[in-house]
């Protein structure tokens, strides 16, 4: 096989001196343990158990390729192997069983049976001077395992794993391969002493004919006993020792077994029924018990009193040892059926009547053993009424077993989904199923959950975007493509922020770290973000981040950001705004903005020492234009002065209108003395100008009343107030009508 430098192996032993491992089998570890105990259960033979047992422990425990080796008096002699369907291996295995035969010494299975442990590989080399190491990197595999199958410090053979990902071996894994050890050798010599048995009963069926077995004889007068040396062998005896007489047989035969052999001598002196059959033990030599299969004739003169008894013996030791292993590994496959944690239940196969039914399938029913027992699966709702049990009998006649069945019935009274696996057994003299009842009830409706939820997640209106660690996107949803205008292929493994929000420009990276803190501390985060779409048009959005924990270390491990475009609603809001602070004609500030920034302008001013100046501007002759030219001249000819006062003031100045001709000029912040006076004297120079309307030029006047913060008052509407007064003065001194404006 596979050869290593010896740095590289890492050695297990599995001996009766071998340390216990205290680690136990994971889980699945036990399954399989079960599994493998089934199997060996329902094997036909020899090589089909070993060829179901590989594939069983390579499949469930992640190898790729398995190999099995049976021990003979010459070595180590191929079995069978299984591979994975897509693993070219016939060049590999060839190679193998040439090398084992060739060079066995430099052989991996050879070592592992000569240690008595099981000896790991976990990284093989490409080593290209050694064969069979360049087949197993052909066809890719890295990983190697050598399991010898031993009962006590005896081996009956080696199981080769081998894995094309590097592998490594666990305590739990150990302790895993060492009960495999144990389950898989007991099962060999059970077979092999099938086969002994099978081969001394036909011998001994000859000897029988021939010789009528090992003979012995017993004179009752003298006690003296008569044998041959075939007897001497039976009794574990050289055949320079013989038996004398019926005391040397009592210092052979056990003391606890010695009223077995006086209950023999009695019974055979009764006329009625002289002949006893029964089984004691003789100590051997070596401190070893040997089992005796003695019949025992008494012989009788003409008077029917008891002369000698007769006999025949067979050493049933064999037998014996066989039958205790059978037990013991009905036993093991009683725990493990009892105890396995998969509902099972063992039922006749044609009928579908229950024999056996272990502890976790009885909790699922929700009844106690004598009430399944006896019924028909059918019966016991476990198979629908209506549906045909034929088919499936079927498929396992055919192959020995089915797996993975699926099926919709009925467990204590609620529809449940099960998935069954069945394997034709011998039970009680009867052929019979095992079979597996799998609830997957739960994973049906998670399944199904999930997938409502990911339709909920296709059709939502939202964009949502599911993030790893570091905030690099592995989902989105189609309303996202719609939102931002990236395709899937596009946004994958983009960090979202970089994508849409800071390609927006309007956000620093003080934005983005509060974020990620209020996430990180409080679990979520949700504002307005700018973004910018695939096609360079920057959009408002709403968005909330989200954080998902591990269940147990309670660490990120994922982020989720549900956002929308909220375009519209800026613009509604800005609509809103426009029409609660702007005037609808002219489109300047109205009287609520005035005042509300006059009251900023004042306190500012009062905080800092400062004056504030408010320009009452009221036009001159706007009622006569209204008179002359129509309302909508009027309108138009607001429109023109207010787009000329704009021009007059500052960024910072505030211009609104109250009403009809009046506006208002705020200037928070008048530093030279004359300062409203020369916005004043701007304004009426900017109103001079003939306006033109409907292509008639018109032309007006303004007068303007100026109030200051703090001289003439000290709140708006004070400051109003006077500058209304001050704005009377100047038409009275001008003698203009106040009304005809």
Same mark, same amino acid.
């Given at each position: 096989?596979?050869?290593?430098?010896?740095?590289?192996?890492?050695?297990?032993?599995?001996?009766?001196?071998?340390?216990?491992?205290?680690?136990?089998?994971?889980?699945?570890?036990?399954?399989?343990?079960?599994?493998?105990?089934?199997?060996?259960?329902?094997?036909?033979?020899?090589?089909?158990?070993?060829?179901?047992?590989?594939?069983?422990?390579?499949?469930?425990?992640?190898?790729?390729?398995?190999?099995?080796?049976?021990?003979?008096?010459?070595?180590?002699?191929?079995?069978?192997?299984?591979?994975?369907?897509?693993?070219?291996?016939?060049?590999?295995?060839?190679?193998?069983?040439?090398?084992?035969?060739?060079?066995?010494?430099?052989?991996?299975?050879?070592?592992?049976?000569?240690?008595?442990?099981?000896?790991?590989?976990?990284?093989?080399?490409?080593?290209?001077?050694?064969?069979?190491?360049?087949?197993?990197?052909?066809?890719?595999?890295?990983?190697?395992?050598?399991?010898?199958?031993?009962?006590?410090?005896?081996?009956?053979?080696?199981?080769?794993?081998?894995?094309?990902?590097?592998?490594?071996?666990?305590?739990?894994?150990?302790?895993?391969?060492?009960?495999?050890?144990?389950?898989?050798?007991?099962?060999?010599?059970?077979?092999?002493?099938?086969?002994?048995?099978?081969?001394?009963?036909?011998?001994?069926?000859?000897?029988?004919?021939?010789?009528?077995?090992?003979?012995?004889?017993?004179?009752?007068?003298?006690?003296?006993?008569?044998?041959?040396?075939?007897?001497?062998?039976?009794?574990?005896?050289?055949? !320079?020792?013989? +038996? @004398?007489? &019926?005391?040397?047989?009592?210092?052979? =035969?056990?003391?606890?077994?010695?009223?077995? *052999? /006086?209950?023999?001598?009695?019974?055979?002196?009764?006329?009625?029924?002289?002949?006893?059959?029964?089984?004691?033990?003789?100590?051997?030599?070596?401190?070893?018990?040997?089992?005796?299969?003695?019949?025992?004739?008494?012989?009788?003169?003409?008077?029917?009193?008891?002369?000698?008894?007769?006999?025949?013996?067979?050493?049933?030791?064999?037998?014996?040892?066989?039958?205790?292993?059978?037990?013991?590994?009905?036993?093991?496959?009683?725990?493990?059926?009892?105890?396995?944690?998969?509902?099972?239940?063992?039922?006749?196969?044609?009928?579908?009547?229950?024999?056996?039914?272990? !502890?976790?399938? +009885? @909790?699922? &029913?929700?009844?106690?053993?004598?009430? =399944?027992?006896?019924?028909?699966?059918?019966? *016991? /709702?476990?198979?629908?009424?209506?549906?045909?049990?034929?088919?499936?009998?079927?498929?396992?006649?055919?192959?020995?077993?089915?797996?993975?069945?699926?099926?919709?019935?009925?467990?204590?009274?609620?529809?449940?989904?099960?998935?069954?696996?069945?394997?034709?057994?011998?039970?009680?003299?009867?052929?019979?199923?095992?079979?597996?009842?799998?609830?997957?009830?739960?994973?049906?409706?998670?399944?199904?959950?999930?997938?409502?939820?990911?339709?909920?997640?296709?059709?939502?209106?939202?964009?949502?975007?599911?993030?790893?660690?570091?905030?690099?996107?592995?989902?989105?949803?189609?309303?996202?493509?719609?939102?931002?205008?990236?395709?899937?292929?596009?946004?994958?493994?983009?960090?979202?922020?970089? *994508?849409?929000?800071?390609?927006?420009?309007?956000?620093?990276?003080?934005?983005?770290?509060?974020?990620?803190?209020?996430?990180?501390?409080?679990?979520?985060?949700?504002?307005?973000?700018?973004?910018?779409?695939?096609?360079?048009?920057?959009?408002?959005?709403?968005?909330?981040?989200?954080?998902?924990?591990?269940?147990?270390?309670?660490?990120?491990?994922?982020?989720?950001?549900?956002?929308?475009?909220?375009?519209?609603?800026?613009?509604?809001?800005?609509?809103?705004?426009?029409?609660?602070?702007?005037?609808?004609?002219?489109?300047?500030?109205?009287?609520?903005?005035?005042?509300?920034?006059?009251?900023?302008?004042?306190?500012?001013?009062?905080?800092?020492?400062?004056?504030?100046?408010?320009?009452?501007?009221?036009?001159?002759?706007?009622?006569?234009?209204?008179?002359?030219?129509?309302?909508?001249?009027?309108?138009?000819?607001?429109?023109?002065?207010?787009?000329?006062?704009?021009?007059?003031?500052?960024?910072?100045?505030?211009?609104?209108?109250?009403?009809?001709?009046?506006?208002?000029?705020?200037?928070?912040?008048?530093?030279?003395?004359?300062?409203?006076?020369?916005?004043?004297?701007?304004?009426?120079?900017?109103?001079?100008?003939?306006?033109?309307?409907?292509?008639?030029?018109?032309?007006?006047?303004?007068?303007?009343?100026?109030?200051?913060?703090?001289?003439?008052?000290?709140?708006?509407?004070?400051?109003?107030?006077?500058?209304?007064?001050?704005?009377?003065?100047?038409?009275?001194?001008?003698?203009?009508?106040?009304?005809?404006?």
């Amino acid at each position: 096989m596979v050869n290593a430098r010896p740095d590289q192996f890492e050695t297990y032993p599995l001996g009766l001196s071998a340390v216990q491992v205290n680690e136990p089998p994971s889980t699945q570890g036990l399954q399989l343990l079960y599994d493998v105990v089934q199997t060996l259960a329902g094997a036909r033979s020899l090589r089909d158990g070993l060829r179901n047992i590989i594939e069983r422990i390579a499949r469930v425990d992640g190898w790729d390729l398995g190999i099995a080796w049976l021990n003979t008096p010459t070595g180590l002699k191929f079995q069978d192997a299984w591979n994975k369907s897509q693993l070219n291996a016939d060049t590999f295995l060839e190679t193998m069983r040439r090398w084992q035969q060739k060079k066995p010494a430099e052989c991996l299975s050879s070592m592992a049976a000569n240690q008595h442990a099981l000896v790991f590989i976990p990284m093989l080399e490409a080593d290209t001077g050694h064969e069979c190491n360049r087949h197993a990197r052909d066809i890719g595999l890295v990983s190697a395992l050598g399991l010898p199958l031993m009962v006590g410090n005896t081996l009956y053979g080696v199981i080769e794993l081998f894995s094309r990902t590097s592998r490594e071996c666990l305590p739990d894994t150990l302790g895993l391969f060492r009960a495999l050890s144990a389950d898989i050798a007991g099962f060999i010599e059970a077979r092999q002493l099938e086969q002994q048995l099978h081969d001394n009963n036909a011998k001994l069926a000859e000897a029988h004919r021939i010789a009528r077995m090992a003979y012995w004889e017993m004179n009752l007068q003298t006690l003296q006993l008569h044998g041959n040396e075939d007897t001497a062998m039976v009794l574990g005896l050289t055949p !320079d020792r013989q +038996l @004398r007489d &019926l005391h040397d047989l009592y210092a052979l =035969v056990l003391p606890e077994d010695h009223p077995k *052999l /006086q209950a023999m001598i009695a019974g055979a002196q009764q006329l009625e029924h002289p002949i006893v059959n029964i089984e004691h033990r003789v100590r051997n030599a070596d401190g070893t018990d040997r089992h005796i299969l003695v019949q025992a004739q008494g012989r009788f003169d003409i008077n029917g009193k008891p002369v000698r008894i007769t006999g025949t013996i067979q050493d049933i030791t064999e037998q014996k040892r066989a039958a205790a292993r059978a037990l013991q590994s009905e036993h093991r496959w009683e725990i493990a059926f009892r105890n396995s944690p998969v509902a099972s239940l063992i039922t006749e196969l044609e009928s579908g009547l229950c024999l056996d039914a272990n !502890d976790e399938m +009885l @909790r699922c &029913l929700g009844k106690p053993s004598e009430d =399944v027992i006896g019924k028909t699966t059918t019966e *016991l /709702q476990l198979w629908p009424p209506g549906r045909s049990r034929q088919t499936l009998i079927d498929q396992v006649k055919e192959n020995g077993r089915v797996r993975d069945f699926e099926l919709t019935t009925h467990l204590a009274g609620k529809e449940a989904h099960l998935l069954i696996n069945l394997e034709i057994i011998d039970f009680a003299d009867r052929v019979c199923l095992l079979g597996q009842w799998i609830n997957v009830t739960r994973q049906k409706q998670l399944e199904e959950r999930l997938r409502l939820a990911a339709a909920a997640l296709e059709y939502a209106g939202d964009a949502l975007v599911l993030m790893d660690q570091r905030g690099n996107i592995i989902s989105i949803n189609p309303a996202f493509t719609q939102v931002t205008g990236y395709t899937e292929e596009q946004a994958l493994g983009e960090w979202f922020f970089g *994508l849409v929000h800071k390609a927006s420009g309007r956000h620093d990276k003080s934005f983005f770290r509060q974020a990620v803190n209020s996430v990180e501390s409080e679990g979520t985060w949700k504002g307005e973000a700018w973004g910018r779409r695939a096609d360079g048009v920057v959009i408002p959005t709403f968005l909330t981040l989200s954080a998902i924990r591990h269940p147990t270390s309670n660490n990120v491990t994922h982020y989720v950001g549900v956002f929308s475009d909220i375009s519209r609603q800026k613009e509604y809001e800005a609509r809103l705004q426009q029409m609660a602070w702007y005037d609808d004609l002219t489109g300047v500030a109205n009287r609520s903005l005035l005042i509300e920034r006059g009251n900023r302008a004042l306190l500012n001013a009062e905080r800092h020492d400062t004056v504030v100046a408010l320009l009452f501007v009221d036009l001159d002759r706007f009622k006569a234009v209204n008179d002359t030219y129509g309302h909508a001249a009027g309108d138009e000819l607001l429109r023109q002065v207010a787009e000329r006062l704009c021009i007059c003031v500052r960024a910072s100045d505030t211009l609104a209108r109250l009403g009809g001709d009046e506006f208002i000029v705020l200037l928070p912040e008048v530093t030279e003395e004359n300062g409203a006076n020369v916005v004043a004297d701007k304004i009426q120079r900017a109103l001079s100008d003939p306006f033109l309307i409907d292509g008639h030029h018109v032309g007006i006047g303004a007068s303007i009343g100026i109030a200051h913060y703090p001289q003439d008052g000290l709140d708006m509407p004070t400051l109003l107030q006077q500058a209304d007064e001050g704005l009377y003065r100047v038409k009275r001194a001008l003698r203009v009508d106040p009304d005809v404006t």
